[in-house]
């Protein structure tokens, strides 16, 4: 890692509260050396007109989702939520193989480093092809120049045997040493879980210092096969498998009651706000002003936070106006928290001497004036994924000049459509799902 040093940008050293510099950013060995005067010596980047922000974090991704952009539907179309599921997206994963994995981890990690995203939290499905695919990714995110943090999905949907193979994807994934990766215990959701493997999957987390990372209340599905089954609501019973704590990582929470926030509170545990899939699943709207550790995910439609973050604000505005944009920034910071935590880096999502030198350069030539009181507003109505020019993660270069610096994008981009020409061929012999929630017909 070479030093070298952004010159003449205004700087964003951090989102919440804002705090705005105008200076050098110096990067030393994979970390921000200091903000002031450019060192002499070093090679530069000039930044002049910039706006030099943290990395964004997309708190939960499914990169596993990348090939479906444009991908043939042939079935009835589903009419609700479990539906959708069984039509679609667990079609969509038994039809994956290590070459179907590899290449969508390559668009899913592509499109989130173009757009700004410096780290991506995922939850990874491939029921035929288990052993191996965390790595598979990291791999792949490292060659990108994208941080990420892992998780297999364990379930019984497919059986015992995949559902064995999945946590042991997990076992082995936290015992891997990725530069750029770290890992998390994967859970798909309460209604295709057993009492014995949600236990197991605490118990690994547990072991290995980790969260669970679980979708949560999703759908009022995931609600009655739990009351019907444990007797409980589904915090309920993720509270009494020990699953939450303040590392575990609940995606959606759209239906949860008050007793069940409350528990979340009182656990200190991290939910993640998926909008856009939301409203596309429509599954309804999650009680976002609940929460007090409160990130924000893409869920696998795509990985351009500045979006997604927005599409986040206007939802929850469209509920209760009172909510100002500087909730975008507290959201956006919220999720670099995650991912500081997963790292065990406090200072992630921060630009400040010390700090992993994860950092987005936007070409901003903003015809307003922009300061610390207002980039909540910039953001929310100015700021977009257009503006990225430059992304920097540990210290090294992944985008300059708007284009992938450590790959040929091209030549993957070739290999890309030609696997997802194979996974669509695969996935038109691949059936509905037979699994059903209790409760769902």
Same mark, same amino acid.
């Given at each position: ?5 952004? /010159? ?27 903000? !002031?005067?450019a060192p002499p010596g070093t ?18 991704h499914h990169l596993y989702s ?110 891997? #040493? ?16 057993? #009492? ?49 704590? #303040? ?54 439609? !795509? ?7 927005? /599409? ?39 630009? #400040? ?49 708007? /284009? ?38």
């Amino acid at each position: 890692m070479n030093p070298v040093t952004l /010159t003449g940008g205004t700087v964003v050293s951090s989102l919440d509260p804002v705090e705005l510099l105008a200076g050098n950013v110096a990067v030393e060995d994979g970390r921000v050396a200091s903000i !002031g005067a450019a060192p002499p010596g070093t090679a530069t980047r000039d930044c002049s007109g910039c706006l030099v922000i943290p990395g964004n974090v997309c708190a939960h991704h499914h990169l596993y989702s990348s090939l479906a952009r444009g991908m043939p539907y042939r079935l009835d179309p589903p009419r609700n939520f479990v539906e959708t599921l069984r039509r679609l997206w667990w079609r969509l994963d038994r039809a994956l193989d290590d070459e179907a994995v590899w290449a969508s981890a390559v668009v899913g990690g592509a499109v989130a480093i173009l757009n700004g995203t410096t780290t991506v939290i995922d939850h990874h499905a491939s029921p035929n092809a288990v052993d191996g695919s965390l790595d598979l990714i990291a791999s792949v995110q490292t060659d990108l120049g994208v941080r990420s943090v892992l998780c297999y999905e364990v379930s019984d949907r497919d059986g015992p045997d995949r559902a064995d193979a999945g946590l042991e994807e997990n076992r082995r994934f936290l015992k891997s #040493e990725w530069p750029l990766s770290r890992g998390m215990v994967g859970a798909h959701a309460s209604f295709t879980l057993s #009492e014995e493997t949600l236990a197991t999957c605490v118990d690994l987390a547990q072991s290995q210092g980790v969260g669970i990372h679980v979708h949560v209340a999703e759908d009022e599905a995931d609600q009655r096969d739990a009351q019907i089954r444990f007797g409980k609501r589904v915090v309920e019973r993720l509270a009494a498998a020990g699953a939450l704590d #303040e590392r575990a990582l609940l995606a959606h929470c759209v239906h949860v009651d008050e007793r069940e926030r409350e528990a979340i509170r009182s656990a200190g545990a991290w939910v993640v706000h998926n909008a856009t899939s939301n409203m596309n699943n429509s599954v309804g709207h999650a009680p976002v002003r609940s929460f007090d550790r409160l990130a924000v995910g893409t869920d696998g439609v !795509g990985g351009d936070m500045f979006a997604e973050s927005k /599409t986040a604000f206007w939802r929850a505005r469209e509920i209760d106006p009172s909510i100002a944009p500087s909730w975008i920034l507290a959201r956006m910071a919220d999720s670099a928290r995650v991912a500081a935590q997963a790292f065990g880096e406090p200072l992630l999502g921060r630009i #400040e001497p010390g700090a992993p030198a994860d950092l987005v350069v936007l070409a901003y030539d903003t015809p307003t004036p922009l300061s610390a009181e207002n980039l909540a507003g910039h953001w929310a109505f100015g700021l977009g994924a257009r503006h990225v020019r430059d992304v920097m993660v540990g210290g090294e270069w992944s985008v300059l000049d708007r /284009t992938l610096a450590r790959v040929d994008a091209a030549e993957l981009t070739a290999r890309c459509r030609e696997a997802a020409t194979r996974l669509w061929e695969r996935l038109d012999h691949v059936a509905e799902h037979p699994f059903v929630p209790a409760g769902s017909s």
